[in-house]
């Protein structure tokens, strides 16, 4: 008798189906950037901000296209890096660099998710726990925001099951509370976009547009986290496409309604002197602190999903590239199918970077480490075209979009905030030395040739 598909799957142990799957997708892009994006972009564009956001999350769907086929294809939890690896089977220590610079991407926006998440808890405790201690001490605000990783390591560690259905039930609770912040702007709104476009005190610039959707694509980054649970989810070959790109339509709609609303609402002035609390502000202007507590709740959700679907997926990732001796070996190591140390390392290099401060200018890197590994993905697609079955128009639009997006940052880093650009190219030349030191140690004895081909890529 023929077993139903639900049933041969479930007996496989698989813990992740689609809603999961799109919550780690959701969990790793609706963090902080939501929260950050809308003050850079009005003092850039103006009137003219939920264009960017659509822009940079054409951008994300052009970099998903590769990434989907293949994640397909290849069905390797070391995504980036794997796939890398595998495309181009003679080139290991260029792998090796992807996967430290790919890595250290992800620990970074962990650090900046959990600042995040204590800078909000620090606007609540400014009036409710006033006298307390905890508002305006940094040394608080930095420890709260450690607390938070140790205790998603804590979850990560628990179960994978467990850790799928926390991130179901903050992911979509963090989407519900951030429409609700939509609607409640959209209902206090005190003009409408047509009079802003008619008289925009910022004139109209596909360049300017543009520039703020790369500078802005970090809002974006997360759908891959999908790939890295490959091995633990149902049905892969419908489940990574309908996942990643469910995810980004999702995020491109909640991003531009609650652009608009902010725009309509709240004056361009306070966007922009506000920055991240821009919405909390806007909010509580309006319906007072309760207003502004719906908006710091939502946002100390985002956070934490964010920070939970990223160590998820990016210790898997470790554990791929410490199996070909780029990272410490004892990284590889897993326990009931969970990589315990890596997500622990991750904990700590995250730890470590908070305490050390200037998670703006590493969040810039994230940003241009994002945008360059997912053209080499397009460039991998784009090698093995006809085997992931991929439109050569698409391929090629990815791969002319991704690098336009890169060489955009680039420009606006250069002739906006030179000195972020120096720290960026040092953090990159001594990830590269690293990189290359590490591999010249371990990866004669450590990458072996069925590692590296994989079987498929030939």
């Known amino acids: 008798m023929k077993l139903p598909h639900w049933f041969s799957v479930r007996s496989q142990g698989k813990a992740l189906g689609l809603p999961e799957l799109i919550a780690i997708a959701l969990g790793g892009m609706v963090g902080g950037g939501i929260f950050t994006i809308l003050g850079i972009s009005v003092a850039l564009i103006g009137p003219y ?189 419908k489940n990574i496409p309908r996942a990643i790109y469910s995810a980004i339509a999702i995020a491109i709609i909640l991003y531009v309604v609650i652009a608009v609303a902010a725009i309509l609402a709240i004056p361009a002035a306070d966007i922009i002197a506000n920055e991240e609390y821009a919405l909390a502000a806007g909010a509580g202007k309006i319906l007072g602190h309760i207003g502004a507590d719906i908006v710091v709740l939502g946002a100390v959700l985002a956070t934490s999903s964010a920070i939970n679907g990223t160590l998820f997926g990016a210790s898997r990732q470790v554990a791929v590239i410490a199996g070909d001796c780029f990272f410490p070996k004892n990284l590889e190591k897993r326990s009931n199918n969970i990589p315990v140390a890596a997500i622990a390392m991750m904990a700590v290099l995250a730890m470590a970077l908070i305490l050390a401060g200037g998670l703006k200018v590493i969040l810039e890197f994230g940003s241009v480490t994002f945008l360059l590994v997912s053209l080499l993905m397009a460039i991998a697609n784009f090698r093995i075209r006809k085997l992931t079955d991929s439109s050569l128009f698409i391929t090629l639009l990815s791969i002319i979009g991704l690098a336009i997006g890169g060489g955009l940052i680039l420009h606006f880093e250069y002739t906006e905030n030179p000195e972020q650009l120096i720290f960026m190219l040092v953090l990159y030349a001594i990830l590269t030395l690293g990189a290359l030191v590490f591999a010249r140690v371990n990866a004669v004895r450590g990458y072996t040739a069925d590692r590296q081909a994989g079987g498929k890529a030939e």
């Open 49 to 237: 901000t939920p264009l960017a956001i659509m822009a940079g999350g054409i951008i994300a769907a052009l970099a998903a296209y590769s990434y989907v086929k293949l994640g397909v294809y290849y069905r390797d939890e070391g995504a980036t890096y794997g796939f890398f690896k595998r495309t181009f089977p003679n080139s290991p220590l260029a792998a090796a660099l992807i996967g430290w610079y790919v890595i250290f991407g992800y620990i970074s926006t962990i650090a900046l998710y959990a600042y995040t998440f204590s800078s909000y808890a620090y606007t609540f405790s400014s009036y409710a726990l006033s006298g307390t201690g905890f508002a305006g001490n940094d040394d608080l605000r930095k420890a709260v925001a450690c607390g938070v990783i140790a205790l998603f390591t804590l979850v990560n560690v628990w179960s994978v099951r467990g850790m799928g259905k926390i991130e179901d039930i903050m992911v979509y609770s963090k989407l519900a509370l951030l429409l609700l912040i939509a609607v409640i702007l959209l209902l206090h709104r005190e003009s409408s976009l047509t009079e802003l476009l008619v008289h925009p005190e910022i004139e109209f610039s596909w360049l300017n547009i543009l520039t703020v959707a790369a500078v802005t694509f970090v809002a974006y980054e997360g759908f891959q986290l999908v790939i890295n649970a490959v091995k633990d989810m149902e049905n892969p070959d």
